[in-house]
């Protein structure tokens, strides 16, 4: 016995009383029938479409689960990582220029202490952060739009390696 889909056209007068209507998706077997009428009014003529199918076999479906890539994809490269230590030493020395710069930092020690970042030589340059207080199991995040060739990043902490420290940027 073939399944039935009954579907309302927009126009009829049953449609303006069921906003409700929307399609309904059927699985038929291979040699299994499908009863599809389909009402509607348009102008003030009312129609009726009916028609009957039979499935004989299962079409041939190709999925691809990986496109092709028309431009270079965006990943991000781990550019450096470690400790901070008590002076002031030079992070990353830029072999390329980036985008999107994140600089992670995160206490790993047990107690609470300072730290500095500064886009070149600290103290006579871009200061990122100063003196930020890193408490017991904070993470704090840092962001540069660009980062171009033969820029550093210089850090320092209050107490040596207490606070680690991740770089990561997209190529341009």
């Not at 409700?20 to 077997?29: E, L």
């Not at 499935?55 to 270079?72: D, F, R």
Request: charged share 15%.
């Amino acid at each position: 016995m073939p399944k039935e889909i009954r579907q309302v056209l927009y126009g009829s007068d049953e449609r303006k009383q069921r906003d409700d209507v929307k399609p309904v998706p059927v699985q038929v077997a291979p040699g299994g029938g499908l009863k599809v009428s389909l009402d509607g009014q348009r102008n003030g003529v009312t129609l009726t479409v009916g028609g009957s199918l039979v499935i004989s076999s299962l079409p041939s479906v190709v999925v691809s689960t990986m496109p092709t890539l028309t431009t270079k994809p965006v990943v991000h490269t781990k550019l450096a990582t470690g400790l901070l230590t008590d002076s002031a030493v030079t992070l990353y020395t830029a072999a390329a220029d980036w985008r999107d710069v994140e600089i992670y930092l995160a206490n790993v020690g047990t107690g609470a202490y300072t730290a500095q970042l500064s886009l070149g030589t600290l103290g006579d340059a871009t200061s990122l952060i100063k003196n930020y207080p890193m408490v017991q199991g904070y993470r704090m995040f840092q962001r540069l739009p660009y980062f171009t060739n033969a820029e550093i990043i210089q850090g320092l902490c209050s107490t040596s390696n207490k606070v680690s420290y991740q770089i990561w940027g997209i190529a341009v």
